[in-house]
C-alpha cells in the first residue's frame, strides 16, 4: 500500500505498454490515499478523494490497468460493469450493491491477512483433528508407560499426517453446521439476515447427515476452514474490514459510457440509464450504505471509471454526475511501436503463451523478430482500415498466422518451428489486402 507513483507505474509497466498519463494519475490519487492517511483525523475528514474517469477507445488497456492494480494493491477492489446495473425499484442490481461487494472483498483480504497471522494454530487446529481420527484415544487411566508410548504413537502419527503420507486413508468428519454464506450482495442487509437464519435452521435440521467419509486429503481444507470460522474473531474481522474500505476501497467502474444517453438520441432518452446515473450520485458523493456487516460510509472511496465512449462523450453523462469525476485522463490509441511493444516487452505476453502452449506439445515456437514487426505492423493496418479494436486485434492476428502450426503441433515434436516474416505475410496479405475480408477475418 505504501508504494510511491515511481514504484506503481513501474509495476504497472510490466504489464501495460504506453498510457503514462493513466498510470501517472492513478498511481497518484493512490499514493494521496496513503498521504492521508498519515494526517490528523480532522484534516482526512476534509480530504476527498479525487475520482478519476479514464477515456479511450476499446482494447487500448483501461481494464487491464485496472485489473494489475487490483493484484498488486492489497486494498479492497472491485472491478463492476456499469451497464449491469439498474434503477433503484426496477428488477435487477441496485448500485448500492456494488457498495456491499466492496466491503465482501475488504472482508476476504483482511480474513486472509489474520488466517495468515493465525498460521500456525489452524495448522495445528488441523493436525490435532485429524490424527485424533486415526489413532483410537487412550483408555482411561493408562499407565504412565503407556502414556509415554501413546505420545511416541502420536508423534509419529503427526509426522505421517505432515508428510503427506496418509492421505489416501479416509476418516470420518462431522461436517459443523456447513456455513453457506450468502454473498448475494444484491440483498438488502435485512433480507440477507433472513436468509442465514433460514440456513442456519436448516442445516440444524440435517445435523445426522452431516458425518462424511473423507480422505485426509480432502479433510484438510475442510478442516482449516472451520478452525478459521473456530479461532477467528469474525466480529473483529468484519470491523477491521469496513473500515479498510472506507478509507482505501477503490471501486471501478468499468462500461461507464454505456449509461449514458447520447444527446443526439432526442426523445429517446432512456429513462433507466439516466436513474442508474442518479442512484449513482449519492455513492460517489459519499452517504452511508447498510451491508450486513454494518454500515458504510462511502466519502473516501475512490472511484475509477472507464469508457470507450464511442457513441456519447463524458457530456451526455447527467452533469452533476460528470462533476464527481473531476480527474479525465485519455489513453492513446495504440501505434504500430506500442504493438509491438505489447508483443515483446509485457510480461507473459502473447508470443510467451503460445510458445508456452506448444512446447507442451514439445514443439519450440521461435519469432524472428522481423516476423513480430510484421504481425504488429499487420494488426495496425487491420485497426486502421477495419474497426480500431486495439491490442485485442492482436489476438486474432497470430491465431491466424499460427492456427496450422497449432493444430498440428504434436506430430512435430521435438522440432523447432520457427515464424518467419515471409509466414506472417502468407498468411495475412490476402486478407489484410481486403478490407470486407478482413472484417470477416481478423
Ligand atoms: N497498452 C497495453 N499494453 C499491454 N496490453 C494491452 C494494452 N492495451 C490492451 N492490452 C491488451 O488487450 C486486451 C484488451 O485490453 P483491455 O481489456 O484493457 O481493453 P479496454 O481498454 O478495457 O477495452 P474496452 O473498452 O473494450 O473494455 C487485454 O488482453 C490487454 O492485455
Ligand atoms: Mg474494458
Redesign the pocket.
Known amino acids: 500500500m505504501n508504494l510511491t507513483p515511481k514504484e506503481i507505474v513501474e509495476y504497472l509497466d510490466n ?5 503514462n498519463d493513466a498510470k501517472k494519475t492513478i498511481a497518484l490519487a493512490l499514493r494521496t490515499r496513503y498521504r492521508r492517511m498519515k494526517l490528523s483525523q480532522e484534516l482526512q475528514d476534509e480530504i476527498m478523494p479525487k475520482n478519476i474517469l ?1 477515456i ?12 494489475r492494480l487490483a493484484k498488486m494493491m492489497r486494498v479492497p477492489f472491485i472491478k463492476v460493469e456499469a451497464s449491469k446495473y439498474t434503477e433503484v425499484g426496477f428488477v435487477g442490481r441496485d448500485v448500492e450493491s456494488m457498495v456491499r461487494d466492496l466491503v465482501v472483498s475488504s472482508i476476504g483480504i483482511v480474513k486472509a491477512e489474520k488466517e495468515e497471522e493465525s498460521k500456525e494454530k489452524i495448522e495445528n487446529y488441523v493436525l490435532n483433528k485429524i490424527v485424533e481420527k486415526l489413532l483410537p484415544p487412550l483408555p482411561a487411566g493408562a499407565s504412565e508407560s503407556k502414556q509415554d508410548d501413546y505420545q511416541r504413537l502420536l508423534e509419529a502419527m503427526e509426522s505421517r499426517v505432515l508428510s503427506g503420507e496418509m492421505d489416501d486413508k479416509t476418516i470420518e468428519l462431522e461436517i459443523q453446521n456447513i456455513h453457506v454464506e450468502f454473498n448475494d450482495t444484491n440483498l438488502p442487509p435485512e433480507m440477507a439476515k433472513v436468509q442465514e437464519s433460514f440456513s442456519k435452521v436448516f442445516s440444524q435440521m440435517n445435523k445426522e447427515d452431516n458425518k462424511k467419509e473423507v480422505t485426509v486429503k480432502d479433510a484438510k481444507p475442510i478442516l482449516k476452514l472451520e478452525a478459521s470460522s473456530k479461532l477467528l474473531d469474525s466480529t473483529n474481522i468484519n470491523a477491521i474490514a469496513l473500515k479498510r474500505a472506507e478509507d482505501g476501497g477503490i471501486i471501478f467502474l ?2 461507464i ?1 454505456k449509461i449514458a444517453v447520447s444527446a443526439k438520441s432526442q426523445g429517446r432518452n432512456d429513462p433507466s440509464k439516466e436513474g442508474v446515473q442518479r442512484d449513482l450520485l449519492p455513492i460517489v458523493e459519499g452517504s452511508s450504505v447498510s451491508t450486513k456487516y454494518g454500515t458504510i460510509n462511502t466519502d473516501h472511496i475512490l472511484f475509477i471509471a ?3 465512449f464511442h457513441l456519447t462523450k463524458p457530456s451526455d453523462l447527467i452533469p452533476e454526475l460528470q462533476g464527481r469525476f473531476p480527474l479525465r485522463v485519455e ?1 492513446e490509441s ?1 501505434t504500430e511501436d ?1 504493438l509491438y ?2 508483443l515483446t516487452q ?1 510480461r507473459n ?2 508470443l510467451n503463451q503460445y510458445e508456452a502452449l506448444l512446447s507442451v506439445e514439445g514443439l519450440k515456437l521461435v519469432f524472428e523478430d522481423e516476423a513480430i514487426h510484421a504481425i504488429a505492423k499487420l494488426a495496425h493496418r487491420a485497426n486502421e482500415t477495419t474497426e480500431d ?4 486485434r ?2 486474432t492476428v497470430i491465431e491466424r498466422v499460427l492456427e496450422e502450426v497449432s493444430f498440428s503441433a504434436n506430430e512435430h515434436k521435438d522440432e523447432e518451428f520457427i515464424i518467419t516474416s515471409k509466414l506472417v505475410h502468407e498468411k495475412l496479405d490476402v486478407i489484410v489486402e481486403d478490407d470486407d475480408l478482413s472484417r470477416y477475418i481478423l
Open positions: 504489464y501495460v505498454i504506453s498510457q479514464m479511450g477507445s476499446t482494447g487500448v488497456g483501461k481494464t487491464e490497468i485496472s485489473r468499468d462500461e459510457d472507464a469508457g470507450a489513453l495504440l506500442t511493444r505489447i509485457t505476453s502473447l479494436i486495439g491490442a485485442r492482436l489476438h
